[in-house]
């Protein structure tokens, strides 16, 4: 249970409604069986974010000159509520979560009232918005080899309206991963790792590439493992790059990110203290600090 209240101001003083009271229950659920040599898990919970200072700031402040930036004091405070359902069984297993979203914060812009060609970026709140996904995962071992695999369906239904006319962000991911791990004698150890997601919408973005990535290193350990020596190659394929459109009311942007990963890094180590850290912070006033 929290209880808060705020005030809001615009121009220095009080706005209309400025004064708020918030009285939010924020339960967390969860439950655990056993049948047979099934196990299944079920939880929910919700939870109430704030907006960040940043997005409620309201000066307006330049970016370039095709664009503007601006808060939303306006903004509502978001609230999430999550479903998850799980089983496992031998080395197989299995989640199913759903999120459903309320007074989400999106990113969106429109053309400045006589400024044609620059856009006034800013926030608005979602009333709903829904996703859903599904997450299967195996842990096999086979003599040297362990590996961790996995294959996901992710999809949210989200339709938005803008200036040329209503879309629909409904179009699903899949995605899969191989971890590969394989422990030879004498300290010898190698990994193999791929990553994919195929083309997807999620929130307002449109990913019209698929990402694929793949990393390889060989390991050499001595003195129980206080010295090791590393040498990996990291995005071999330099498939690491996404393409995507974004849609707002005014506008719609097109990005082509290249992310930097491909590279070989031999790393050295030696560990003077095994002795773990005994300290556990409580992590007090951290979504605050967040929020700044």
């Not at 309201?58 to 978001?78: C, E, F, H, I, T």
């Not at 609230?79 to 069984?89: K, S």
């Not at 031999?266 to 203290?273: D, K, P």
């Amino acid at each position: 249970m929290e209880h808060s209240r705020t005030k809001r101001y615009q121009d220095g003083t009080i706005m209309d409604n400025g004064y708020e009271t918030h009285n939010n229950l924020m339960p967390t659920l969860n439950y655990q069986h056993t049948v047979g040599k099934v196990g299944i898990m079920a939880g929910y919970s919700a939870r109430t974010l704030y907006p960040t200072y940043h997005q409620m700031n309201q000066p307006l402040s330049y970016a370039n000159r095709y664009s503007m930036d601006v808060g939303n004091p306006q903004l509502k405070n978001k609230t999430t509520h999550n479903a998850v359902i799980g089983a496992f069984w031998n080395i197989f297993q299995l989640a199913v979560s759903y999120d459903y979203l309320h007074n989400d914060i999106l990113s969106w812009g429109a053309e400045m009232a006589g400024q044609e060609g620059v856009v006034v970026r800013s926030y608005i709140n979602l009333p709903k918005w829904q996703r859903l996904a599904v997450q299967l995962s195996a842990s096999p071992k086979w003599g040297v080899w362990h590996g961790q695999l996995s294959a996901g369906y992710s999809a949210q239904w989200l339709t938005i309206d803008t200036s040329t006319g209503r879309h629909k962000m409904n179009k699903p991911q899949f995605t899969c991963s191989a971890n590969n791990a394989f422990g030879f004698k004498h300290g010898w150890n190698a990994n193999l790792n791929a990553r994919y997601g195929s083309t997807s919408d999620y929130s307002n973005f449109s990913y019209i590439h698929p990402t694929a990535i793949l990393n390889a290193n060989v390991q050499k350990s001595w003195a129980k493992d206080r010295f090791m020596v590393r040498f990996g190659v990291y995005d071999i394929f330099r498939q690491n790059y996404t393409k995507s459109r974004s849609y707002s009311y005014g506008y719609s942007s097109y990005l082509d990110d290249h992310y930097q990963t491909r590279s070989v890094v031999l790393t050295f180590r030696y560990r003077l203290n095994t002795t773990r850290n005994k300290y556990r912070g409580t992590g007090a006033g951290n979504s605050e600090k967040q929020r700044m």
